[in-house]
Structures are given as structure tokens and as C-alpha cells.
Nanobody
Framework: VQLQASGGGLVQAGGSLRLSCAVS????????IGWFRQAPGKEREFVAA????????RYAEYVKGRFTISKNTATSTVYLQMNSLKAEDAAVYYC???????????????????WGQGTLVTVSS
């Protein structure tokens, strides 16, 4: 399975960005695609995840109401729409794929077997 994250860039605080994660090379019916982020000097943290079948989603508390995860099964792409960006959202964002994940485990990075290369989001204040 290969994942290619894109869409990062420089945005002013309060602005928006949409990240994309192109997924290929596997079957995803029992999979979830997650977004994680890592800021300099900090540990990687969960942002959002979506089940490939059914589309149920889970969000970290600090992005609820601002970020929206969605998927396009026709193009095997997962999106992360980020609105009302804050300085603390600046990080390298990674998408990842894992199988057999349920709502209670979708936030754990250890549940994801495949990772993309990351895309940098910079927020200026």
C-alpha cells in the first residue's frame, strides 16, 4: 500500500487548507485512513481518521469543528479540510492506512501499518 500526501503550504492564521492523501496498491474495505501530525520537538499526534467502508470518522478534540475528513472512493483519495487554522496546527501532516481499526483504536498510531511521506503545514500569525 502506498500513500501520497499533498496540499500543505503556508497559510495565515484563520485561513484554510485542504490536504489530500492518494492511496494505492491494496484493498481497503476493512481499512481506515488516518491523519496524524508532528510539530518540531513534539510527538506525533492523531488528527482525524475515516473508515473506508461506511465513512465513519473520528476527530481529535483539538480539531473538532474546524477540520473535516472525507473520502472519494472512486479516486481512492482521502481529504482533510482544515479551517480556522491556528499557529498550533503547524506541523508535518502524515496520512496512514491501517486495517481492522475500530472507533476506539483509530486514534492510535500503532494501529497503522502504512504511512505516507508527510506534507508541511505552516501557519503564520
Amino acid at each position: 500500500v502506498q500513500l501520497q500526501a499533498s496540499g500543505g503550504g503556508l497559510v495565515q492564521a484563520g485561513g484554510s487548507l485542504r490536504l489530500s492523501c492518494a492511496v494505492s496498491g491494496g484493498t481497503f474495505s476493512n481499512s481506515a485512513i488516518g491523519w496524524f501530525r508532528q510539530a518540531p520537538g513534539k510527538e506525533r499526534e492523531f488528527v482525524a481518521a475515516i473508515k473506508w467502508s461506511g465513512g465513519s470518522a473520528r476527530y481529535a478534540e483539538y480539531v473538532k469543528g474546524r477540520f473535516t475528513i472525507s473520502k472519494n472512493t472512486a479516486t481512492s483519495t482521502v481529504y482533510l479540510q482544515m479551517n480556522s487554522l491556528k499557529a498550533e496546527d503547524a506541523a508535518v501532516y502524515y496520512c496512514a492506512a491501517g486495517s481492522g481499526l475500530i472507533s476506539s483504536t483509530m486514534a492510535r498510531s500503532s494501529g497503522y501499518s502504512y504511512w505516507g511521506q508527510g506534507t508541511l503545514v505552516t501557519v503564520s500569525s
